[in-house]
C-alpha cells in the first residue's frame, strides 16, 4: 500500500465546508484512494473512494489532483456529528484483507 | 444501507470464560472480517472469511476461532477469555475489492 500523510489535526466550524488534504506521492496506477472515519466509540465508517476522476455521494465528495500525488475530502457542510478521525488510505483493489488505517486527521467541528 | 450488527455492546466476563461474540450482515457480502481496536495499536484483523465455511487467520488469531455456517453470520469465539482480550471487537463486511467494507458499531469486552 502506498504511504500517505495527513495533518494530524483540523478545526473547522459548524455549516462550513471541511476540507481534509492527503498526500500519497508514491501511489501506483492500478491504486484506489479511499477514505474512512471514525467517531469516537464507534466503528469505523466507510466514506468514498475513486481512483482518477472526482467523486460524490451523499457524504461527501473526493478531489483526486490529476497527477494523482494527493486528494482532498470535503464535507460540504460540516456538523458537529462530522467530528471524528478521518482516515485516508490507498490500495489496490483485492489487495488482501488487513486494512492499515495510520493515525489519520482528528476533525473537530465547533459551534 | 448495509447494515453490520453486532450483537453485543458492552460485554464484562471471568477469565476462562468461553466468549461468543456474534454478528450479522444483510448485504449478502461474501468477505467478514473480525478487528480488535486497541489504544495505539490502531486496528488489528483476527480472522476473516471469504465465503461460507472458509476462513482464514490475520495478525493475531491467538486465542481466538470463528465459525461462518451461513453467509449473513460470522461469529467470533474466545476459547478461554484472558485480561489481554480486552479490548473493542469489531465486525465487519465487504465487497469483492476487499477495500470498501463496512463496519458494525463495536462490542467492547472486558475480562477480569
Known amino acids: 500500500d502506498a504511504k500517505t500523510t495527513q495533518p494530524t489535526s483540523m478545526d473547522c466550524a459548524e455549516g462550513r465546508a471541511a476540507n481534509l488534504p492527503c498526500n500519497h506521492s508514491t501511489i501506483s496506477g492500478n491504486e484506489y484512494v479511499y477514505w474512512y472515519r471514525q467517531i469516537h466509540s464507534q466503528g469505523p465508517q466507510y466514506i468514498i473512494h475513486g481512483l482518477k476522476n472526482n467523486e460524490t455521494n451523499e457524504m461527501a465528495s473526493l478531489i483526486i489532483t490529476e497527477d494523482r500525488k494527493s486528494s482532498t475530502l470535503i464535507l460540504p457542510h460540516a456538523t458537529l456529528r462530522d467530528t471524528a478521525v478521518y482516515y485516508c488510505?490507498?490500495?489496490?483493489?483485492?489487495?488482501?484483507?488487513?486494512?492499515?488505517f495510520g493515525k489519520g486527521t482528528s476533525l473537530l467541528v465547533t459551534p | 444501507d448495509v447494515k453490520v450488527t453486532q450483537s453485543s455492546r458492552y460485554l464484562v466476563k471471568r477469565t476462562g470464560e468461553k466468549v461468543f461474540l456474534e454478528c450479522v450482515q444483510d448485504?449478502?457480502?461474501?468477505?467478514m472480517f473480525w478487528y480488535r481496536q486497541d489504544p495505539g495499536l490502531g486496528l488489528r484483523l483476527i480472522y476473516f472469511?471469504?465465503?461460507?465455511?472458509?476462513?482464514e487467520k490475520g495478525d493475531i488469531p491467538e486465542g481466538y476461532s470463528v465459525s461462518r455456517e451461513k453467509k449473513e453470520r460470522f461469529s467470533l469465539i474466545l476459547e478461554s477469555a484472558s485480561t489481554n482480550q480486552t479490548s473493542m471487537y469489531l465486525c465487519?463486511?465487504?465487497?469483492?475489492?476487499?477495500?470498501?467494507?463496512?463496519f458494525g458499531e463495536g462490542s467492547w469486552l472486558t475480562v477480569v
Open positions: 488510505i490507498v490500495r489496490v483493489a483485492n489487495s488482501g484483507y488487513a486494512l492499515n
Open positions: 472469511s471469504y465465503d461460507v465455511k472458509m476462513k
Open positions: 465487519a463486511s465487504s465487497l469483492p475489492d476487499r477495500n470498501t467494507i463496512y
Open positions: 448485504m449478502d457480502h461474501e468477505n
